[in-house]
């Protein structure tokens, strides 16, 4: 059984700091990797996708990189605002049992101090 | 850009009542999912549909129903309900490329709130 893995549960920086979020799975056969952002309350906003046959993909301040085999993703946070406080789940998509649903983690809480 | 839309987004209801949550998706896309979220906790998948058929399904309770209607829009009903259903009920949709398989980027909606009183 996939299981989704995010340590620490929670992070307190001041603004300005690079960050690494983590993220961990036990079963490489996955199709992709998934890393959301969820405000306290509010529904999931899909930050990054990264497929099984690509090692990274980068969105602005946002770069998530992917090792299938060893079953790791981290999402890194360059010069972290106050805006970046929330919550940071990662999914992933396995390919076995239908492969329709997104296994998550418990998140990530993130809180980014002035 | 249009985005997943539910509703309602708050709900409260009395145990043993019954609900209905609706899910609008994305114009265009085909494939919906609904997914549990309880306080404190990850989002626990449910069902989800592709071109109106269930495509897979997961931890939902068997007072609970979904489906997907002509137009792609979805809704779940909850019957019997319990204390424990009360959470944030999300509703996501995608676009299914037939040569990439489940490969896209899934959408979610900002959920339906339950409490169960």
């Known amino acids: 059984k996939q299981e989704v893995t995010q340590i620490p549960a929670a992070l307190s920086v001041p603004e300005g700091e690079n960050l690494v979020l983590n993220c961990s799975f036990t079963?490489?056969?996955?199709?992709?990797l998934q890393w959301f952002r969820q405000d306290p309350g509010k529904g999931l906003t899909s930050l990054l996708l990264?497929?099984?046959?690509?090692r990274e993909q980068t969105s602005g301040r946002l770069n998530a990189s992917l090792d299938k085999s060893s079953g790791r993703s981290t999402l890194y946070i360059a010069a972290s605002q106050p805006g970046d406080s929330a919550t940071y789940l990662c999914?992933?998509?396995?390919?076995?049992?239908?492969?329709?649903?997104?296994?998550f983690g418990k998140g990530m809480k993130l809180t980014v101090n002035p | 850009a249009a985005g997943v839309i539910q509703s309602p987004r708050h709900l409260i209801k009395e145990k043993r009542e019954t609900a209905t949550l609706k899910c609008y998706p994305i114009?265009?896309?085909?494939?919906v999912y609904w997914y549990q979220q309880g306080p404190g906790q990850d989002p626990q998948f449910l069902i989800s549909?592709?071109?109106?058929?269930?495509?897979d399904k997961g931890s939902i309770p068997d007072r609970f129903s979904a489906q997907q209607f002509s137009d792609y829009h979805s809704e779940l009903n909850m019957s019997s309900l319990e204390l424990g259903d009360s959470a944030l009920y999300f509703c996501?949709?995608?676009?299914?490329?037939?040569?990439?398989?489940?490969?896209?980027?899934?959408?979610f909606g900002s959920g339906t709130q339950l409490s169960v009183l």
């Open positions: 996501a949709s995608s676009l299914h490329n037939r040569d990439r398989g489940p490969n896209e980027k899934l959408f």
């Open positions: 079963d490489s056969a996955i199709y992709n």
């Open positions: 990264i497929q099984s046959s690509q």
């Open positions: 999914a992933v998509r396995p390919t076995q049992g239908g492969s329709e649903k997104l296994v």
């Open positions: 114009p265009r896309h085909d494939t």
């Open positions: 549909f592709y071109e109106k058929m269930q495509s």
